[in-house]
């Protein structure tokens, strides 16, 4: 290995890959700078005592292949079933490969798990992404559904020909009396802005295969037992109707603390408690970035060759020392976050209704 050097700002999933990817296929030594002292960014799993809480729901799926793969060389996909399978009668995609792994023998394995998210609205709970079946439909009673049902008939026949917000989007493929029911507040709640001020494009990003005719057609299949995976790449699916995924046994951080165990085993440099203050630039190009010793309080400056950052836009260029044009410093200042409340809650024992064999 050569001198050259890959300054990374921050060790969650997007730094850790590319300090991995560096390491596979160039020359150029990794060194990242973590603020935190953990491992993951927002796709971590806190170890409370002994028991793993995660931050958020992270699915392990995706329609790209590379990416797929990426993470199955990481941790393949179990080959047998685990305890839970067999107990809970789950019948799931296990991986034909020769040396695929036993869940109950190794902790380096992806699980085959189904996804469980839902939405409190009108005190009662919702699946979400939102689902057709008989739970949600007796939740919303019949004048509610008839109120949807018309609303979504006229959106077919009188659609908005321009669209120019998100609401327009999503009032064209789901009628205007569901976006106002689940879309409209659970999106402002999320993102911090009304949907009548986000551009159209986001929903074509985001939900772009989404509608009613296909959370239709999804339901259809769920009803006579076809709406669950196939096979583990599930390229026939939807997705936003995605409702299995892969997960690492010990929750989201399990894979960036391996990611991470790796890519100092093959050479490169993880600091943690080193936040990153500042950057410096000179001629067009960045010289280096100050960093500050969290436990020490000592800053110092670390030059490199490449500079990869992953931290907060807003924070990343109002960084740089001189040099940032005005108006791109006003924009950087007014960029907005949204922070979430993840709440543990811990148990003595847990129940499982046992299915028959």
């Known amino acids: 290995?050569?001198?050259?050097?890959?300054?990374?700002?921050?060790?969650?999933?997007?730094?850790?890959?590319?300090?991995?990817?560096?390491l596979e296929k160039s020359d150029v030594k990794p060194i990242i700078y973590e603020a935190s002292y953990e491992i993951g960014g927002i796709s971590k799993t806190v170890n409370y005592k002994n028991n793993r809480i995660d931050i958020g729901g992270h699915r392990f799926f995706s329609k790209s292949d590379r990416v797929m793969d990426w993470w199955r060389n990481i941790f393949p996909v179990q080959g047998s079933p685990s305890?839970?399978?067999?107990?809970?009668?789950?019948?799931?995609?296990?991986?034909?490969?020769?040396?695929?792994?036993?869940?109950?023998?190794?902790?380096?394995?992806?699980?085959?798990?189904?996804?469980?998210?839902?939405?409190?609205?009108?005190?009662?709970?919702?699946?979400?992404p939102i689902s057709l079946n008989f739970k949600m439909l007796s939740n919303l009673g019949l004048i509610k559904i008839f109120k949807i049902g018309t609303s979504y008939i006229k959106s077919i026949f009188f659609p908005i020909r321009t669209e120019k917000s998100l609401e327009?989007?999503?009032?064209?493929?789901?009628?205007?009396?569901?976006?106002?029911?689940?879309?409209?507040?659970?999106?402002?709640?999320?993102w911090g802005v009304p949907c009548d001020h986000i551009k159209?494009?986001?929903?074509?990003?985001?939900?772009?295969?989404?509608?009613?005719?296909?959370?239709?057609?999804?339901?259809?299949?769920?009803?006579?037992?076809?709406?669950?995976?196939?096979?583990?790449?599930?390229?026939?699916?939807?997705?936003?109707?995605?409702?299995?995924?892969?997960?690492?046994?010990?929750?989201?951080?399990q894979m960036w603390e391996e990611v991470a165990r790796l890519v100092q085993e093959a050479g490169g440099e993880i600091h943690m408690g080193r936040q990153v203050r500042g950057l410096r630039h000179r001629d067009g190009k960045i010289a280096g970035v100050d960093v500050k010793?969290?436990?020490?309080?000592?800053?110092?400056?670390?030059?490199?060759?490449?500079?990869?950052?992953?931290?907060?836009?807003?924070?990343?260029?109002l960084g740089f020392d001189?040099?940032?044009?005005g108006e791109v410093a006003d924009v950087a200042s007014e960029l907005m976050y949204r922070d979430f409340m993840t709440v543990g809650l811990l148990t003595k024992k847990l129940k499982i209704k046992t299915i028959p064999a």
Do not use: H
């Open 1 to 22: 290995m050569n001198d050259k050097r890959a300054i990374i700002i921050g060790a969650g999933p997007a730094g850790l890959t590319a300090a991995f990817e560096l």
């Open 83 to 128: 305890c839970d399978d067999k107990l809970l009668g789950r019948e799931i995609p296990l991986s034909t490969a020769p040396d695929a792994p036993d869940p109950e023998k190794t902790d380096k394995v992806m699980l085959w798990r189904s996804r469980v998210s839902r939405i409190l609205f009108l005190r009662k709970f919702f699946d979400y």
């Open 168 to 190: 327009d989007f999503m009032v064209n493929r789901f009628g205007r009396e569901l976006y106002r029911t689940f879309f409209s507040d659970y999106t402002e709640k999320v």
């Open 200 to 253: 159209p494009e986001w929903g074509a990003q985001r939900i772009k295969g989404l509608s009613i005719s296909k959370a239709l057609l999804d339901a259809v299949k769920n009803l006579f037992g076809r709406g669950g995976a196939d096979s583990i790449d599930q390229k026939d699916v939807e997705t936003t109707l995605i409702k299995q995924f892969m997960y690492p046994k010990y929750g989201p951080g």
């Open 293 to 317: 010793d969290a436990k020490t309080g000592e800053s110092y400056l670390v030059e490199g060759d490449y500079y990869i950052s992953t931290m907060p836009v807003k924070d990343l260029v």
């Open 322 to 325: 001189t040099g940032v044009p």
